[in-house]
C-alpha cells in the first residue's frame, strides 16, 4: 500500500494503486484512509486555502429549478452534466463581470440529486466582498433556480461539507483557474 502524507494523499513517488488496494474505505484504517480522514484533509486544505488567497466570502448553494409542463412539452429534459457546469461558468463570468476585476476565486462540489434527477453545486467564493450578495442571488434565479448565498463563517466548517464531494459516488469538485497555494 502506497504510504500516505499527512493530509491522506499518496506519495508521488509511489503509484495509487501498488497492489490494488483501495486509498479510501468507510473508516476501515487496516484497508486505507477512511472517509472520515479524506475529508478532514481536504476540509483543512480548502480552509487553509481560502486563508491564503485572501479568505471566502461566500458559501452559496445553487441548485436548478424543475422544468414547467410548457419548457417539457417543447422537448426540454432535465439538468444535465454538461448543461449545469456551463450555468456554473456563466453565473462565474457574471460575478466576474460585475467585478470589474477578474474572475473570483472560487472552489466549488457538484452532486447528484438522485431524488430530483438533477445536479447541484456548493462553492466557496473569495474576493467578492465587495458585491451585494442579493444580487448575485437574482442572477442566478432568474436564469436557473434557487440559490441560498451566505456570509462565509469558518466556525460553520463549509469547506468541510462541500469535501463530502470528494468522497460521494457521481460528485466532482473544481478550482478557479489560477487558484493555488500561495
Given at each position: 500500500?502506497?504510504?500516505?502524507?499527512?493530509?491522506?494523499?499518496p506519495?508521488?513517488?509511489?503509484s495509487?494503486?501498488?497492489?490494488?488496494e483501495?486509498?479510501?474505505?468507510?473508516?476501515?484504517?487496516?484497508?486505507?484512509?477512511?472517509?472520515?480522514?479524506?475529508?478532514?484533509?481536504?476540509?483543512?486544505?480548502?480552509?487553509?486555502l481560502g486563508?491564503?488567497?485572501?479568505?471566502?466570502?461566500?458559501?452559496a448553494?445553487?441548485?436548478?429549478?424543475?422544468?414547467?409542463?410548457?419548457?417539457?412539452?417543447?422537448?426540454?429534459?432535465?439538468?444535465?452534466?454538461?448543461?449545469?457546469?456551463?450555468?456554473?461558468?456563466?453565473?462565474?463570468?457574471?460575478?466576474?463581470?460585475?467585478?470589474?476585476?477578474?474572475?473570483?476565486?472560487?472552489?466549488?462540489?457538484r452532486e447528484?440529486?438522485?431524488?430530483?434527477g438533477?445536479?447541484?453545486?456548493?462553492?466557496?467564493?473569495?474576493?467578492?466582498?465587495?458585491?451585494?450578495?442579493?444580487?448575485?442571488?437574482?442572477?442566478?434565479?432568474?436564469?436557473?433556480?434557487?440559490?441560498?448565498?451566505?456570509?462565509?463563517?469558518?466556525?460553520?466548517?463549509?469547506?468541510?461539507?462541500?469535501?463530502?464531494?470528494?468522497?460521494?459516488?457521481?460528485?466532482?469538485?473544481?478550482?478557479?483557474?489560477?487558484?493555488?497555494?500561495?
Amino acid at each position: 500500500m502506497p504510504s500516505l502524507n499527512s493530509r491522506g494523499v499518496p506519495s508521488a513517488r509511489e503509484s495509487a494503486f501498488a497492489g490494488n488496494e483501495p486509498l479510501l474505505t468507510h473508516n476501515n484504517r487496516a484497508r486505507g484512509t477512511s472517509q472520515a480522514e479524506l475529508k478532514q484533509a481536504w476540509g483543512g486544505f480548502l480552509t487553509d486555502l481560502g486563508d491564503r488567497n485572501g479568505g471566502w466570502d461566500w458559501w452559496a448553494t445553487l441548485t436548478f429549478r424543475d422544468r414547467s409542463d410548457e419548457e417539457i412539452a417543447r422537448g426540454w429534459t432535465k439538468v444535465g452534466w454538461k448543461y449545469s457546469q456551463t450555468a456554473f461558468d456563466r453565473y462565474m463570468s457574471h460575478l466576474r463581470d460585475v467585478r470589474g476585476i477578474g474572475e473570483p476565486t472560487w472552489v466549488r462540489g457538484r452532486e447528484y440529486q438522485t431524488w430530483r434527477g438533477v445536479p447541484h453545486f456548493h462553492a466557496l467564493l473569495g474576493q467578492v466582498a465587495h458585491l451585494r450578495r442579493d444580487e448575485a442571488w437574482s442572477w442566478w434565479f432568474g436564469k436557473y433556480g434557487i440559490a441560498r448565498i451566505l456570509p462565509y463563517d469558518r466556525s460553520l466548517g463549509a469547506g468541510f461539507y462541500l469535501c463530502k464531494y470528494v468522497t460521494k459516488e457521481l460528485g466532482d469538485i473544481q478550482f478557479s483557474p489560477g487558484l493555488t497555494m500561495k
